[in-house]
């Protein structure tokens, strides 16, 4: 079979700067890179930094769609830099700019800190009336893959802001919640092994919470891990509802088993298989 040879091509990235120190206003700039098969928007930036302009910002991490810090706006849509091959993306132009609905720090690093503030607010971990299980654990809390299913989706965002950032909400009105925030709530509330649903009800309900959404689907559309935050946001509107009627189903968090019960639930809760040959 013929070997595939790289194809290079000079490509025009027009990026957004802007230094709060010295600019009064974003502009502009332009940069050719020469582009080769292979090469994702994050390999750019670093190529542009280490032959053309030392002095472009951006935040980056792992380098494989895992830590969510390098989105920003790519030919007018939120993604991760480091997951977008540039060649798939154009043949020419490319621009790229902060995300949206963020304050902006420098050229391409927007300011997410209200985004791990309201992440932080709704509270995002195991809640639950037993504290001295929770402080002295005597057991696992048991969950069964079908109850682990339920959120499993939910557990796949790396709060990398895409959603904010295309969220039509969030951009007329930055106290609201947002989706990823609000996606977290409905992930732990929908945990078998919590009982936080009351104490979050008030967190999510504000005149800034999730009755603010109107659906737009926009965070869903670009959300890098298909996590589908707007479908979590429908879902606690129907459990508030639900809840307000008097109709939801409160379920008891799961108990800690006991080492006899952890037994015979050995066989339901292997670990999943390897996803990869050794
Ligand atoms: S829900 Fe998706 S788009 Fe939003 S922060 Fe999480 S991973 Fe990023
Ligand atoms: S560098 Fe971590 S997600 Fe892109």
């Not at 025009?12 to 502009?27: K, L, M, N, Q, V």
């Not at 299913?149 to 939910?154: A, D, G, H, I």
């Not at 609201?176 to 009982?195: C, E, F, I, K, V």
Request: proline share 8%; aromatic share 8%.
């Amino acid at each position: 079979m013929e070997k595939d040879t790289p194809q290079k091509r000079d490509i025009i990235f027009y990026i957004r700067r802007f230094d709060p120190e010295h600019d009064e206003a974003p502009w502009l700039q332009q940069f050719t890179v020469q582009v080769e098969r292979g090469m994702t928007i994050l390999d750019g930036l670093h190529q542009i930094k280490e032959t053309q302009d030392s002095s472009l910002a951006w935040r980056f991490s792992c380098r494989m769609g895992v830590c969510g810090s390098c989105a920003m706006l790519i030919n007018g849509k939120p993604a991760l830099a480091c997951n977008t091959q540039i060649l798939e993306v154009t043949n020419h132009i490319i621009t790229l700019a902060p995300l949206p609905n963020f304050a902006i720090i420098k050229d391409l690093v927007p300011d997410l800190r209200p985004l791990f503030e309201k992440h932080r607010y709704i509270h995002p971990y195991i809640k639950r009336e037993d504290l001295e299980e929770m402080t002295n654990p005597t057991g696992e809390y048991f969950q069964s893959p079908q109850e682990l299913e339920k959120y499993l989706q939910f557990t796949y965002c790396i709060k990398c802001g895409a959603c904010i950032a295309a969220c039509p909400t969030m951009a007329t009105d930055r106290e609201y919640l947002g989706p990823t925030a609000l996606a977290q709530a409905y992930r732990y509330n929908t945990d078998s092994r919590d009982g936080g649903f009351k104490a979050r009800k008030d967190m999510v309900e504000f005149p800034h919470g999730v009755f603010s959404c109107h659906y737009a689907g926009e965070c869903s559309r670009v959300c890098p891990k298909g996590v589908d935050p707007a479908r979590a946001i429908q879902l606690i509107k129907r459990e508030l509802v639900l809840d307000y009627l008097k109709l939801k189903r409160h379920k008891k968090p799961a108990l800690a088993l006991n080492p006899s019960e952890r037994e015979e639930q050995k066989p339901r809760t292997l670990a999943p298989p390897f996803t990869v040959e050794s």
